[in-house]
């Protein structure tokens, strides 16, 4: 065999090796019990409301766009790293623009409880680097709704906008549904969530409320099939 033979094989087992080492990841189906995955990550993004009859329009009572910041705990169980299934608890926080620094209509406390199940996407994740993966949850959210005296200065609505505040604060329940996509690397995660919320108010002459919210998300796992991977 010539000095070229030699180049060109080692040329073609660095080629394959590369390949093997950012092939598609496909993990194995370990023995045993149902394995877990505990993850807490935290979301800030922007998130907005449509209330249905606002005490007055405008002000932030009827609608109302800005920033939200929300944590959430999840647990999973599965098999296997392909399709996972559990329950998120997550608390929002919401008052309006600017987190409410000049004043609120509506300033929204919500904590959610939701079914949720995950699959991984192997075709685009790597064996020994980056993962992704893709979310659905749905379930119930409720909680406290505090009305504030609007947005802005107050002038002839003044009496309107004060009553509003001392009356109309409010508990509410209702559902949520979303969506999530996630980066995993190593023990940290990234992801961006979706999430719609239609909201009954109990006791209270306000309507109903449709928040939509969407949010960017970091965050810290523990997953049970590192352990039997490394076994």
């Not at 002000?59 to 790293?81: C, I, K, S, T, V």
């Not at 979310?135 to 009553?163: E, F, K, L």
């Amino acid at each position: 065999m010539n000095r070229t033979s030699i180049l060109a094989a080692i040329i073609a087992l660095s080629f394959l090796g590369a390949n093997d080492v950012h092939a598609d990841y496909h993990p194995s189906r370990p023995s045993g019990g149902g394995l877990t995955a505990l993850e807490l990550t935290l979301g800030i993004g922007v998130m907005g409301h449509t209330t249905a009859r606002p005490p007055i329009d405008g002000y932030g009572y009827d609608r109302d766009p800005g920033p939200a910041a929300d944590a959430a705990l999840r647990l999973l169980f599965g098999q296997n790293q392909y399709f996972r299934h559990g329950v998120t608890m997550r608390a929002v926080y919401f008052a309006g623009r600017q987190f409410g620094a000049n004043g609120h209509g509506f300033r929204f406390g919500l904590a959610d409880l939701t079914y949720t199940v995950r699959t991984l996407l192997p075709c685009i994740s790597q064996r020994d680097g980056v993962r992704f993966y893709a979310a659905g949850s749905i379930g119930v959210t409720g909680g406290w709704v505090d009305a504030g005296s609007g947005r802005g200065p107050m002038n002839a609505d003044y009496v309107v906008r004060q009553n509003a505040a001392e009356r109309l604060d409010h508990a509410t329940l209702g559902w949520t549904a979303g969506a999530t996509g996630e980066m995993h690397y190593g023990k940290l995660l990234v992801g961006v969530s979706i999430d719609l919320r239609r909201l009954w108010g109990i006791d209270t002459s306000v309507g109903s409320s449709w928040v939509r919210s969407m949010s960017l998300r970091v965050g810290y796992r523990f997953d049970a099939t590192d352990a039997q991977e490394a076994s």
